[in-house]
């Protein structure tokens, strides 16, 4: 794919993962410090490992910072544990991912194909937001 297509991938699966809010970023919070804490690491270690403060992985961990996705690829890589290891294994929630990405994978071919780079989605959403406001989900 593209670098194109795989930053607005990247994007679409960051605003996805908004969807569920807090509850989301609790859940990628509590996987970042089980795996912390099955390796022996402290909150510093791992901090220290991935370029962090402290207190910002303490947010991370507690949910009260959103998680991105590279954060948890970097955990991941890290830990040598895949990405999927944050997202669960519950087989209906797996099947919902699989499909919200299969369309977000035709939405950035689409994109992709038209030259439309995530700057200009950016700067088209933002326009929309300052017409009507942030959408509520």
Do not use: C
């Not at 402290?42 to 991370?60: D, N, Q, R």
């Not at 590279?70 to 955990?75: A, G, K, R």
């Amino acid at each position: 794919m593209p670098n194109i297509a795989f930053e607005l991938l990247s994007e679409a699966i960051f605003h996805l993962s908004r969807l569920d809010g807090e509850q989301m970023d609790n859940k990628y919070g509590r996987a970042i410090r089980e795996i912390r804490l099955k390796n022996g690491d402290t909150i510093e270690t791992l901090a220290t490992k991935l370029h962090l403060s402290w207190s910002s992985l303490g947010k991370y961990e507690r949910g009260e910072r959103k998680v991105v996705p590279e954060l948890l690829e970097n955990i991941a890589n890290l830990y040598g544990v895949p990405l999927s290891y944050f997202y669960g294994t519950d087989a209906n929630t797996n099947q919902e991912h699989k499909e919200i990405a299969l369309e977000w994978i035709e939405f950035v071919k689409e994109m992709d194909a038209r030259n439309i780079t995530p700057d200009m989605l950016t700067g088209t959403l933002s326009l929309l937001e300052k017409l009507w406001g942030k959408p509520t989900v």
